[in-house]
């Protein structure tokens, strides 16, 4: 389909690598082919799936005279550190809006971020929770006093903006159909703040790819992305009225959430350990570390059947392991 991009700055080492995981379909597959996206090599400290969205939410805040960049999530977030190094490439200064205390040696993400050169706020969990609107309007009143133009970028860059980034990913993944052989698939990826399963569940319509798409929720239930996805789609629409009508069905696979957002249990840090040895793939106990875990889990109670190929998409987050290496027994 024919669709008018809004412009956007080239910062993903794109097209990433369709992989074939032989060994890994042989364990897990149950007769499936395994394939893995790896979004985890859009770049080196500017990676994962998010760098896909901030291209076109830089080329947005460029076009539109922002000088700034807010943007908020966990002390760990990989979207802020992503963040920290576009503004950094960009030379548009960037202010992160930080879950949780401070903690008193800075690892992964966060050391990268102030490296990058953010500004870090870190807020205790309950007042960011209820003020996390209002400290998004603080900050953008400081930098209006001042004569600059601060952009706020919500949660994971997961908005109307953000959502082109996985739709164009879409294309990419045809070409790789194409070149796989892969006739119908099922496409899983980790699901956290929506933009990326909202991207590629749009993608998949618009440019008819022949697949399903599926969100394995990291945090929050299957009722609250269903409604992300859903008003990630709206903001899309709106913000762009002359895109296609497409209709899309968001599915969610419920049930890996654990203990929580970001804490993972023993049996997804075996398996990051046996997935690094058996295929050199390294996944995070974040993110997609639960989502490849909740796609075996499913694949093991038949939930793909009838459909050869499944591709899981790597969205990266590797930085996001080394604050959790007591979780590892090597
Ligand atoms: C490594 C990684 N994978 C997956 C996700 C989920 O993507 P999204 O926020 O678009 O749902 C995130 C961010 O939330 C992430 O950092």
């Known amino acids: 389909m024919g669709l008018a991009y809004p412009r956007k700055v080239d910062l993903a080492h794109t097209p990433t690598p369709l992989q074939y995981l032989e060994r890994a379909s042989s364990k897990w597959g149950c007769g499936h ?5 790896r979004d985890d090599l859009t770049g080196s400290t500017l990676s994962g799936n998010k760098v896909r969205k901030l291209e076109f939410i830089a080329a947005h805040a460029i076009d539109n005279g922002y000088d700034t960049l807010i943007t908020c999530g966990g002390l760990q977030s990989n979207h802020c550190r992503a963040t920290a190094f576009v503004g950094a490439q960009l030379e548009l200064a960037v202010h992160l ?6 903690p008193p040696e800075r690892d ?3 050391l990268l971020g102030h490296l990058a050169g953010a500004t870090v706020n870190c807020y205790p969990t309950g007042q960011y929770v209820s003020e996390i609107g209002d400290l998004f309007r603080h900050w953008q009143a400081h930098y209006a006093e001042r ?3 601060a952009l706020a970028i919500p949660t994971g860059g997961s908005d109307g903006v953000g959502v ?4 164009a990913a879409c294309e990419e993944l045809a070409a790789d159909f194409h070149t796989a052989a892969i006739e119908q698939a099922h496409i899983v990826t980790a699901t956290g703040s929506g933009g990326t399963q909202a991207g590629l569940t749009l993608g998949t319509a618009l440019h008819q ?3 399903t798409v599926w969100g394995v929720n990291v945090c929050d239930d299957e009722q609250y992305f269903l409604h992300k996805v859903a008003s990630d789609t709206a903001d899309w629409k709106a913000r762009y009225p002359d895109v296609p009508s497409v209709t899309v069905q968001p599915r969610v696979l419920d049930g890996y959430v654990g203990q929580g957002y970001g804490i993972a249990g023993a049996d997804v840090f075996a398996l990051i350990a046996q997935l690094s040895r058996l295929e050199g793939l390294v996944l995070d106990p974040v993110y997609t570390g639960k989502a490849f875990a909740g796609m075996v889990a499913e694949i093991a109670a038949g939930r793909f059947e009838g459909c050869r190929d499944i591709v899981f998409v790597h969205t990266g987050g590797i930085f996001g392991l080394f604050p959790q290496r007591a979780g ?3």
Not at 33 to 37: A, M, S
Not at 97 to 102: A, V
């Open 164 to 167: 082109w980034g996985y739709i």
């Open 328 to 330: 590892f027994n090597c």
């Open 108 to 110: 992964g993400n966060l």
């Open 209 to 211: 790819l022949p697949a």
């Open 33 to 37: 082919r395994l394939w893995v996206k």
């Open 97 to 102: 809006l930080l879950r949780g205390e401070e």
């Open 147 to 149: 004569g600059r133009k």
